[in-house]
């Protein structure tokens, strides 16, 4: 990976860039965003550059490593989970041979995807203190090439308690050229005493008119490809998900309107109530990362409808694939209870990481979502 190829972020490439050419690198830094804003990519560009030299224009074998993702000093961290291969203690490096092609053809992709690429999609990703103490062993030995020592830790936000306080001498206080480098989401579900210790750097949304471009590249025609960069939000990973996964999104479509469609009907009715809690069952199922993303699209429904409730369409940016009519629905969905709505589906995304039994967390949000839907505007 390179700086060239990453798309937007400019600020953030003249910032780094600057501080390479100046050789002035804080040997702990924090780059947040969304997987999606092209964290991974720059993080890369930015660890190779740091390791092999700032020049990407001569294709050196310690660069050719580095693009490879072998570079004997650049090590990365990530959250694993046990899975059919790797029954006990997972650590990163029992899944380098995954991490690789993953990175290679995923390169916007979210936690949900390496989950599901590791086959492990209803399992809680995390990175715990076995990984904390390779990465301790590794960064205490003299580097290979006699330079640069990288550690990229993925989704640091996923650190254990355990693994964080491990990690927090080396990061404070790192051997020399040693830098670690901290992907995350949100500094804040970093502990504080591991995000005061980082230099932060925040990635934004991708232009546009780029995420278009890139997607017509892909084959995608012009038309949709405009469509869908509106729709992703700046989000390049989440446009190439609307563009490759319509079939999940037709089927989280489906549970939806079955799901409001009988929590309207469920109030004052026992046999409906017991069709509400029988789609509760249906859905606690599935895998705990395909949960998450069935409420986080079920989030994304109720704020378009309360657009269309207000006549905003231009910022109500879902369109249906069934008969379902967004229109006649967000005659429910008001200003009196979206709050409340988005509120217990966002407890329910919390509940379910915290590993909480998904019949319950969806039948106790089922039977809010009767009352709710039923409330006065």
Request: aromatic residues 10%; hydrophobic residues 40%.
């Amino acid at each position: 990976m390179r700086f060239t190829t990453i798309l937007g972020q400019d600020i953030q490439k003249k910032s780094l860039l600057k501080s390479l050419a100046e050789k002035r690198i804080p040997h702990a830094q924090l780059f947040e965003g969304s997987d999606g804003h092209g964290l991974l990519q720059a993080a890369l560009a930015y660890a190779n550059a740091v390791v092999c030299g700032q020049s990407e224009e001569v294709q050196t074998p310690s660069r050719q490593k580095a693009e490879g993702l072998v570079h004997p000093d650049i090590h990365f961290v990530y959250p694993t989970a046990i899975t059919a291969d790797v029954k006990t203690k997972p650590t990163s490096v029992d899944f380098l041979d995954k991490w690789r092609p993953f990175v290679a053809e995923h390169p916007y992709g979210s936690l949900y995807d390496w989950m599901r690429f590791l086959g492990a999609e209803n399992k809680q990703g995390v990175i715990n203190v076995n990984d904390a103490l390779q990465v301790l062993q590794k960064v205490s030995l003299k580097s290979f090439e006699g330079g640069w020592k990288c550690v990229v830790i993925w989704h640091a936000e996923k650190l254990t308690i355990a693994a964080s306080n491990k990690l927090l001498k080396s990061i404070e206080e790192p051997p020399s050229k040693t830098l670690f480098l901290l992907l995350c989401p949100d500094e804040f579900q970093l502990i504080s005493t591991i995000r005061s210790r980082c230099q932060r750097t925040r990635f934004g949304a991708i232009p546009q008119a780029q995420i278009a471009q890139l997607l017509e590249i892909k084959g995608v025609t012009p038309d949709v490809s405009k469509s869908v960069a509106q729709l992703s939000k700046g989000d390049i990973g989440a446009a190439l998900e609307l563009i490759d996964q319509q079939n999940e999104q037709a089927l989280y479509e489906s549970w939806f309107v079955d799901w409001v469609r009988t929590a309207f009907r469920a109030k004052g009715n026992k046999a409906v109530v017991l069709e509400l809690s029988t789609w509760s069952q249906e859905v606690a199922s599935k895998g705990i990362e395909t949960q998450k993303q069935f409420l986080s699209f079920s989030i994304r429904m109720f704020r378009a409808a309360l657009m269309k409730h207000y006549a905003l369409d231009s910022v109500a940016d879902v369109h249906p694939k069934s008969d379902f009519k967004i229109e006649k629905f967000a005659a429910f969905v008001h200003g009196a209870n979206i709050l409340h709505i988005i509120d217990a589906l966002e407890k329910s995304v919390y509940h379910l990481t915290r590993n909480g039994s998904p019949q319950m967390i969806f039948s106790d949000l089922s039977f809010k979502l009767t009352r709710l839907l039923h409330k006065k505007q």
